[in-house]
């Protein structure tokens, strides 16, 4: 199973909105709704931002939105702040197994 | 409050074994798929395998890396998943994280990770 396809870095501004994007197949992302989408600092474990494609756990902001069309998955996180500083790693269930993307870095300028 | 946490870590020899242990708390442990997930330095996050709840039949799959090499066991009478790494290789050098999905079928909650050396 080959890894998702994000890129490798995005940057905004302070209250800008930016987004994301997560290219799979139709074996895995095109196939289920169970795309995931995880912030990581450096030094400190992922966590999670967002679960079946579009839901947030309670805590996280409503600045962070998840989509997706097809084959591709979509984050977008509004009103940029600077601790929205770190990585990002999409990630979707593929039948018997679990495929995560390469990760993007987020600057906020 | 959710707690995952690691133990085991270490530094090995090429072709040696560890095994990682993992004790959840929290949430209902029989009604979650319980993965590993590892990182190699300065790398992206990789996952390794999973253990499904009980109700779901308590299978395991593993990313292709690792079948044949490395096995998951579940105990549901501690609440605890464990890593069997045996032939280890230098490209399995990572932290390891322990994950639990409560909700989804991808990971929710992840512990602080277990740093594994595969080194000469």
């Known amino acids: 199973q080959s890894a998702l396809t994000q890129p490798r870095s995005v940057s905004g501004s302070p209250g800008q909105s930016v987004t994301i994007s997560c290219t799979g197949t139709s074996s895995d992302i095109g196939g289920y709704n169970f795309v995931s989408w995880y912030q990581q600092h450096p030094g400190k474990a992922p966590k999670f931002m967002i679960f079946d494609v579009s839901k947030r756990p309670s805590g996280v902001p409503d600045r962070f939105s998840g989509s997706k069309s097809g084959n591709t998955a979509s984050l977008t996180i509004s009103g940029l702040q600077s601790e929205d500083e770190a990585d990002y790693y999409c990630c979707s269930y593929a039948g018997s197994s679990v495929v995560f993307g390469g990760g993007t870095k987020l600057t906020v300028l | 409050e959710v707690q995952v946490v690691e133990s085991g870590g270490g530094l090995v020899k090429p072709g040696g074994s560890l095994r990682l242990s993992c004790v959840a708390s929290?949430?209902?442990?029989?009604?979650?798929?319980m993965s590993w997930v590892r990182q190699a330095p300065g790398k992206g996050l990789e996952w390794v395998g999973r253990?499904?709840?009980?109700?779901?039949?308590?299978?395991?799959d593993y990313a292709a890396p690792v079948k044949g090499r490395f096995t998951i066991f579940r105990d549901e009478s501690k609440n605890t998943m464990d890593l069997q790494m045996n032939s280890l290789k230098t490209e399995d050098t990572a932290v390891y994280y322990c994950?639990?999905?409560?909700?989804?079928?991808?990971?929710?909650?992840w512990g602080q990770g277990t740093l594994v050396t595969v080194s000469s």
């Open positions: 929290g949430f209902t442990f029989t009604n979650v798929w």
């Open positions: 253990v499904k709840s009980t109700g779901h039949g308590g299978t395991t």
């Open positions: 994950t639990a999905s409560e909700v989804g079928a991808t990971p929710n909650y």
